[in-house]
């Protein structure tokens, strides 16, 4: 069985890459509708990682297959398929994944948008939806990642996915920026300000060599070690390894959790938290925003949910820098506060 590493998946990925990716699972994304898949399921698609490959494994329809796989058309058409993201947003950009699809993948697709109201019931997605083109029909390369950047400032709740003519794509990931009414939030109501469902985002770290930092703001707890942020273990004396989270909106920060889920022989012995009010983000990743303490360096436990109080609830901030001495994992980590 193939191993995908965090390196391999974000080896060469444009800039884009580094936003949330608002159809995937782990969000809420769900698949609503495809014309046919029959060698392999449309839920695929938003599911995480690149997808695997199995040599010896079977259905009785076929070969198994990691993605959403057609039959091979024999009528005049094409497939496509429905993708509710898990938040209204803006799209930055898509990658259409077809990996270990190499005899048997799509030469071209195409991707249309809309924004239908919430709870909004659709029967005919072809005739009761106004589509709007969002990326004309584009080669795909086979077993590759491919990236394409969305030229397009509209904010979108649904995809649909076309595939010309029929084939195979391992995933779709749709990054961009969620669009979150935050006029419909009080500003007494306590929220997650770092949570990737409310637009937060890992923007830097200097290390994720076991799992990626965007994993800290997932929804729930961390499934298993992998689902979380580890670094490599590092032999350097009093090392610290971090990383920065851009917040959803500037506000005020009352507490933390921060959750060791699964991270057992490997968790960090200790942590901080600082906090800044930068609206450029170039002043927060080249060192020259100004950091204050809100959690003082403290002891972490194995698998386990840490709660901190913040020692500043009265000055707004847009980003907070996680600690970690001297290396190790942590699954999650919440930012509890008002907006500003």
Not at 247 to 273: M, Q
Not at 324 to 338: E, H, K, N, Y
């Amino acid at each position: 069985m193939a191993q995908t590493t965090v390196k391999e998946i974000i080896k060469d990925a444009p800039a884009f890459a580094q936003l949330t990716d608002l159809a995937t699972e782990r969000l809420g994304g769900k698949v609503l509708f495809a014309t046919d898949d029959f060698f392999a399921e449309k839920e695929n698609l938003i599911k995480p990682g690149r997808g695997i490959f199995i040599t010896d494994k079977y259905t009785e329809r076929g070969k198994w297959m990691d993605g959403w796989e057609s039959r091979r058309k024999r009528t005049p058409g094409h497939d496509w398929a429905i993708i509710q993201l898990a938040t209204t947003g803006k799209i930055s950009g898509v990658d259409i994944d077809t990996h270990f699809f190499l005899g048997n993948h799509p030469p071209n697709a195409s991707i249309e948008a809309c924004l239908l109201p919430e709870g909004q019931v659709v029967i005919d997605w072809e005739t009761e939806v106004n589509w709007v083109e969002i990326l004309h029909k584009s080669h795909l390369d086979a077993g590759s990642q491919n990236f394409y950047q969305i030229e397009n400032d509209g904010i979108y709740s649904h995809l649909r996915l076309h595939i010309y003519p029929d084939g195979g794509v391992a995933r779709l990931r749709v990054y961009g920026e969620v669009f979150k009414r935050w006029e419909e939030v009080a500003s007494t109501e306590t929220v997650d300000l770092a949570a990737a469902i409310n637009g937060g985002n890992a923007i830097a770290c200097n290390d994720m060599f076991f799992s990626a930092m965007s994993n800290l703001i997932m929804p729930g707890r961390g499934v298993n070690m992998g689902d979380g942020w580890e670094t490599k273990r590092n032999r350097t004396p009093n090392n610290r390894d971090w990383v920065v989270l851009k917040l959803a909106i500037p506000g005020y920060i009352d507490s933390f959790e921060i959750d060791t889920a699964h991270f057992k022989g490997n968790y960090p012995d200790r942590c901080s938290i600082e906090a800044c009010y930068s609206p450029n983000t170039d002043d927060v990743l080249h060192e020259t925003a100004k950091w204050i303490t809100l959690l003082p360096e403290s002891k972490l436990q194995a698998d386990h949910i840490h709660a901190f109080k913040s020692t500043n609830d009265t000055e707004k901030f847009t980003h907070v820098r996680l600690n970690i001495f001297p290396d190790g994992g942590v699954s999650r980590l919440r930012v509890w506060g008002r907006k500003g």
